[in-house]
């Protein structure tokens, strides 16, 4: 699989370049972010690695907000083991999949690397990248596959509960409210 895709953002004025390269040993994913949110400009760039099971082994993502840049350097081994920029971090060892605050693609993670049947539901636990609040927690989310398209999100803030409608490839085309695809390509 060889896809790219564009979103764009409702709740910061914002656009999203996404590109997706599945090879037979991995995934490699590259996506930038621009917009305005939190009263200053922002540019978001990252470099996601997964295996092909969608299993993210590491993220490297540069932040800049009002000029200011800052790094985000996150792996995740073979064994489950997570380092932050080279510094073991054990409290996260639960977490699976990690989300991007500004992005829909990381949805994908979990929806390709669970394969749920239609009506099932199950819980996971992600670290979740709060962009504008520099934080990263990890947290407990829930996904149900509602039919071949839909899913229901639900997690990151207390009753946050969201619809998305994904393609076959499993990106999110449609997160009301918050990000829609606006092209999308294979190639």
């Not at 996971?124 to 947290?139: M, Q, R, S, T, W």
């Not at 039919?147 to 969201?162: A, H, I, M, Q, T």
């Amino acid at each position: 699989m060889k896809r790219q895709i564009v979103w764009k953002g409702l709740y910061y004025q914002m656009m999203e370049y996404c590109s997706i390269d599945a090879t037979g040993s991995d995934i490699r994913v590259n996506g930038t972010i621009v917009g305005f949110g939190e009263d200053m400009p922002f540019s978001v760039s990252y470099d996601i690695v997964a295996d092909r099971a969608w299993q993210m082994s590491g993220l490297e993502m540069a932040i800049e907000r009002d000029g200011d840049c800052s790094w985000i350097s996150l792996h995740r081994d073979l064994n489950g083991k997570w380092t932050q920029t080279g510094h073991t971090r054990d409290e996260w060892d639960h977490c699976i999949d990690i989300d991007i605050s500004l992005t829909p693609f990381t949805n994908t993670l979990p929806i390709r690397r669970l394969n749920l049947q239609p009506g099932q539901r199950t819980q996971i636990d992600a670290l979740y990248i709060n962009i504008f609040k520099n934080e990263i927690k990890p947290v407990t989310q829930y996904y149900t596959r509602l039919d071949e398209s839909r899913y229901l999100y639900e997690g990151v803030l207390k009753d946050f509960k969201r619809e998305i409608l994904t393609d076959a490839d499993g990106l999110v085309i449609d997160y009301p409210g918050l990000f829609y695809a606006v092209q999308s390509e294979t190639e």
